[in-house]
């Protein structure tokens, strides 16, 4: 409901990689502890952060009827992947199902001497198709990147837009929901971009890596961590982007003569002038990607 209703806190969708890595590594990561894990959480964020992300106020304005609209779309395309039968059988039949149901079986993926198991990746999306097909079977297994990710990529893209008028909403939901995304079989695809959008904003949130905290950095790394253990390729992403991010606050920190900043696009990476800047930001109601440093934003 969070990441429906536009509230995804950029936080939210970083931190089963680490305890689900640890669990994994110690042989914990069964079916019972991929149960408890998704209870857990739950009950967290319902006794410290439902007040944060839904106010009273919240729900006697007119956004909560624009955010309900936006609802049906995400529900429907979440609806749609809790029971499919689109596999590949050549991938997905022996292999990926076959990881999920050994790590629900073993609590552990460490099998040096399978090189499938090894050129799949290091993990991060068996453990999240485990958390469905434990209460569940490989039938639902595509609804964690189809279903899940998409509601959880649409509050992402949501929360760029500190006003979120209804053409806010919109624009996410074209986007995230109702453009098809090119999809093969049940590896990551749309988890990969949930995870690259949580980067993305984890960046806005960090601001100027010298001058932010340890605490900050570290996460920011868990962020790159969980994105480059979906895809082995994935890696070479995450490297690129905080290579890219850290050299813009580096070339912004030179910048002593008063010059214009830039706004790196999220959409293809794009630089931008700041004039050209101006008018995307009055037109779509994005905040420059200076007026983040060092500060979250809105309702991160």
């Known amino acids: 409901m969070v990441p429906i209703l536009g509230f995804a806190p950029v936080g939210a969708w970083r931190f089963p990689w680490p305890w689900g890595g640890l669990a994994s590594l110690l042989g ?14 739950a009950a967290i964020f319902v006794g ?12 006697a304005s007119p956004r909560f009827v624009v955010a309900c609209a936006a609802a049906v779309f995400v529900l429907v395309r979440y609806a749609a992947w809790v029971h499919a039968v689109d596999r590949d059988c050549n991938d ?36 999240l198709q485990s958390l469905i097909v434990a209460v569940g079977s490989e039938t639902n297994a595509m ?34 929901v109702i453009v098809p995304y090119p999809v093969l079989n049940s590896a990551s695809h749309i988890t990969g971009l ?8 984890t960046f806005l949130l960090v601001g100027d890596p010298a001058e932010a905290s340890p605490g900050l950095l570290g996460l920011s790394g868990l962020v790159m961590a969980g994105a480059a253990s979906l895809r082995p390729h994935f890696g070479f992403v995450v490297a690129v982007m905080a290579v890219g991010y850290w050299f813009y606050c580096y070339r912004r920190r030179q910048r002593s003569d008063g ?4 706004l790196t696009s999220l959409l293809g990476g794009v630089t931008l002038s700041r004039p050209v800047d101006g008018v995307v930001v009055s037109l779509l109601g994005v905040r420059p990607l200076s007026d983040f440093q060092g500060q979250p934003p809105a309702r991160c």
Not at 194 to 201: D, E, I, K, P
């Open 92 to 127: 997905d039949d022996i292999a990926y199902f076959a990881f999920v149901t050994r790590l629900l079986d073993t609590g552990t993926l460490i099998e040096p001497f399978s090189l499938r198991r090894l050129a799949a990746g290091y993990g991060g999306q068996t453990f």
């Open 259 to 262: 010059a214009p900043g830039y």
């Open 28 to 41: 914990l990561a069964t079916a019972g502890f991929a149960i408890s894990y998704v209870l857990a959480g």
């Open 48 to 59: 410290t952060r439902w007040g944060r992300f839904f106010p009273s106020e919240f729900f």
């Open 194 to 201: 949930a995870m690259f959008l949580t980067l993305f904003r």
């Open 143 to 176: 609804l964690m990147d189809r279903g899940i990710a998409a509601a959880v990529c649409f509050g992402l893209v949501l929360g760029l837009f500190p006003a979120r008028r209804p053409v806010h909403y919109a624009f996410a939901l074209i986007l995230t």
